[in-house]
């Protein structure tokens, strides 16, 4: 079956202005993660969904970041007013729950955000 | 700061070598997972473990989780130049379902 998938792979933008990064998770699974992952360095979180609500948004960096996911399927991540450093390759990952603390999360091939 | 240290940073190493990789913390975490990277694309699952003490082996690939559920190790066995990559451990602490990476540390196997 299809994997998780993100569009757009890149995206270069200017600083301060908006920017939506989408991702289509597997199907059927109700969880869908966000992570940066910035060079040289492992994944760090953003936010997680569980079906529709952001269940834990504690890494979101600051309010200009924001995500969506209104029919608990596709996810859009926003950036607003975009500075250089938020450059970075954003990842989501779903699983089929969250109940568990070792659900196994299965990641989509990142966009990359430039930031100029 | 990262809640997982990884090392070594890099290793580069002869087809047919034997590597590990480390994985430590001072948190305990309930699962633990090793993912594998490559350039462009997105982190895909190795193996999960979920008890201390725990060994799974996949192919070539060795993987220990520590008694006290703080730290982890993969093995490689004789390795190839396809195993070349960028390897990430990531821990999920109990009631907490995000993941906690480490730096990573990326492996070369030469031919």
């Known amino acids: 079956g299809a994997g998780v998938s993100q569009t757009p792979s890149n995206k270069v933008t200017e600083k301060g202005k908006y920017v939506e990064l989408r991702c289509d998770p597997i199907?059927?699974?109700?969880?869908l993660y966000w992570y940066r992952q910035s060079l040289g360095q492992g994944p760090e979180f953003l936010i997680y969904?569980?079906?529709?609500?952001?269940?834990?948004d504690s890494g979101l960096p600051n309010d200009r970041f924001f995500a969506v996911r209104p029919e608990g399927s596709v996810s859009t991540l926003k950036i607003q007013r975009t500075e250089r450093g938020d450059s970075a390759v954003y990842l989501c990952?779903?699983?089929?729950?969250?109940?568990?603390?070792?659900?196994?999360?299965?990641f989509g091939p990142g966009t990359r955000l430039t930031v100029l | 700061t990262q809640l997982l240290e990884q090392s070594p940073q890099f290793l580069s190493i002869q087809e047919g070598e034997n590597l590990t990789v480390y994985c430590n913390s001072s948190?305990?975490?309930?699962?633990l997972q090793w993912y594998r990277q490559e350039p462009g694309e997105g982190p895909v699952l190795l193996v999960t473990?979920?008890?201390?003490?725990e060994v799974k082996k996949l192919k070539r690939l060795t993987f220990q989780f520590g008694d006290a559920r703080k730290d982890s190790s993969l093995h490689i066995t004789a390795a190839q130049p396809g195993d070349t990559g960028l390897y990430l451990c990531?821990?999920?602490?109990?009631?907490?379902?995000?993941?906690?990476f480490g730096a990573g540390t990326t492996v070369t196997v030469r031919a």
């Open positions: 990952a779903s699983s089929l729950t969250a109940r568990y603390s070792y659900n196994e999360q299965f």
């Open positions: 199907s059927g699974h109700t969880a």
């Open positions: 969904f569980q079906g529709t609500g952001a269940a834990d």
């Open positions: 948190s305990v975490f309930s699962s």
């Open positions: 473990v979920v008890t201390g003490g």
């Open positions: 990531a821990g999920a602490r109990s009631n907490d379902y995000k993941l906690s």
